[in-house]
């Protein structure tokens, strides 16, 4: 998992983990970009639709999060660089 967090375009991951890093980049940074080819791939890994909506909140929830922190100069996490506020 640290892979993830250091690198999570180039780290070396099984192809399921992979796809759902993959998408959540893609919602990240394109939502736009989402679409029924990206939820079908995630469905070819064994994600149920349950598993979409869950992994959907999950990363809307982070992405809220972070956004909110970044506008108030917040530090979330110990090992983060000080906030320039």
Avoid: C, Q, W
């Avoid at 349950?50 to 530090?75: C, K, P, Q």
Wanted: aromatic share 4%.
């Amino acid at each position: 998992m640290h892979a993830i967090k250091e690198d999570p375009r180039g780290a070396a991951l099984p192809p399921r983990t992979r796809e759902i890093v993959d998408f959540a980049i893609r919602l990240t940074e394109t939502p736009a970009a989402t679409d029924r080819a990206a939820l079908d791939r995630l469905r070819a890994h064994g994600l149920s639709d349950e598993d979409l909506l869950m992994l959907v909140h999950i990363i809307g929830y982070f992405n809220h999060i972070n956004r909110i922190a970044d506008a108030l100069g917040l530090d979330i996490e110990d090992d983060m660089p000080p906030s320039p506020y």
